[in-house]
T-cell receptor, first 111, second 108 residues
Framework: GAGVSQSPRYKVAKRGQDVALRCDPI?????LFWYQQALGQGPEFLTY????????KSGLPSDRFFAERPEGSVSTLKIQRTQQEDSAVYLC?????????FGPGTRLTVT | QQPVQSPQAVILREGEDAVINCSSS?????VHWYRQKHGEAPVFLMI?????EQKGHEKISASFNEKKQQSSLYLTASQLSYSGTYFC?????????FGDGTTLTVKP
């Protein structure tokens, strides 16, 4: 079956621009996670949804970061007024129970 | 606090064995392991749950010592396809925290 998909795969933004990153989880997966991965490091937790409820957003680095999952399926991570330090790969994962299935990620470069 | 992995890097010949360790300063309820190849998404390998239940999908084994707050991943008779970066992660109430990874290189 189809896995987790993310779009766009690559995004170049000028500093100060807003960006929106999309995640399509595996159908029927209740849980959805967003991570930020810097080069040479492990995924760093940003936020977690169970259905449409955002249960934990403690990893969002600043109030410029906002995530939503209004219908409990597709999720969008929005970054406002992007800064250079936002450059990273943003990974989305979905889960039915314990294991997480990751999407291919969106590589964001802020110039 | 993120779990600590060791070693940071391993180079093996095909057919050799490897052990990757993951330790945490906090109590562990579950440990999960992933492999990530360059430019690709992390792929689930195994999860170990408090109480001893273990679930995995590949011919890789792992141990989970709750008292020592450690987990180890055992790769036996390594194949070229095992090359990649291995991450351990710990979960608590939905939030997952990952180590910085162990890079495994298997040479022919």
């Amino acid at each position: 079956g189809a896995g987790v998909s993310q779009s766009p795969r690559y995004k170049v933004a000028k500093r100060g621009q807003d960006v929106a990153l999309r995640c399509d989880p595996i159908s029927g997966h209740v849980s959805l996670f967003w991570y930020q991965q810097a080069l040479g490091q492990g995924p760093e937790f940003l936020t977690y949804f169970q259905n449409e409820a955002q249960l934990d957003k403690s990893g969002l680095p600043s109030d410029r970061f906002f995530a939503e999952r209004p219908e409990g399926s597709v999720s969008t991570l929005k970054i406002q007024r992007t800064q250079q330090e936002d450059s990273a790969v943003y990974l989305c994962a979905s889960s039915a129970r314990d294991e997480q299935y990751f999407g291919p990620g969106t590589r964001l470069t802020v110039t | 606090q993120q779990p600590v992995q060791s070693p940071q890097a391993v180079i093996l010949r095909e057919g050799e064995d490897a052990v990757i360790n993951c330790s945490s300063s906090k109590a562990l309820y579950s440990v999960h392991w992933y492999r990530q190849k360059h430019g690709e998404a992390p792929v689930f390998l195994m999860i170990l749950l408090k109480g001893g239940e273990q679930k995995g999908h590949e011919k890789i084994s792992a141990s989970f010592n709750e008292k020592k707050q450690q987990s180890s991943l055992y790769l036996t008779a390594s194949q070229l396809s095992y090359s990649g970066t291995y991450f351990c992660g710990t979960s608590n109430a939905g939030k997952s925290t990952f180590g910085d990874g162990t890079t495994l290189t298997v040479k022919p």
